[in-house]
């Protein structure tokens, strides 16, 4: 089960933040089960994947990363990717591209 900061239900998609200045006195927060938790300040932070750390270090001499990102599928995002990588792998760079898709693959196998 995941840490949920201590909140009494799932925070809505308008939320500020538990833990900001507006955490709990935003006009989205009206109605929230959760609100006196922010206001008070007793929503303790959601614990960070431990993994954080690791992956920051070993991105650290990575000097450029390129984020391809869409909200609709089938736009091409894997074929750009795809193509800007070996295109700047022809100019002797080096390069690493992970295609990622968590609703399912986009290429065959």
Partial sequence: MADNGGLVAPPPESCPGTEGENAGKASAC?????????????????????DIPLITKRLQDVTHKVLVLSGKG??????????????????????????????????PK
């Fill in 30 to 50: 009206a109605g929230c089960p959760n609100q006196k938790i922010c206001s008070s300040g007793a929503a303790k932070p959601v614990s960070q994947d431990p």
């Fill in 74 to 107: 089938g736009v091409g995002k894997s074929t750009f990717s795809a193509q800007l990588s070996y295109g700047l792998a022809a100019r002797f760079k080096e390069v690493g591209l992970l295609d990622i898709d968590i609703c399912g693959p986009s290429i």
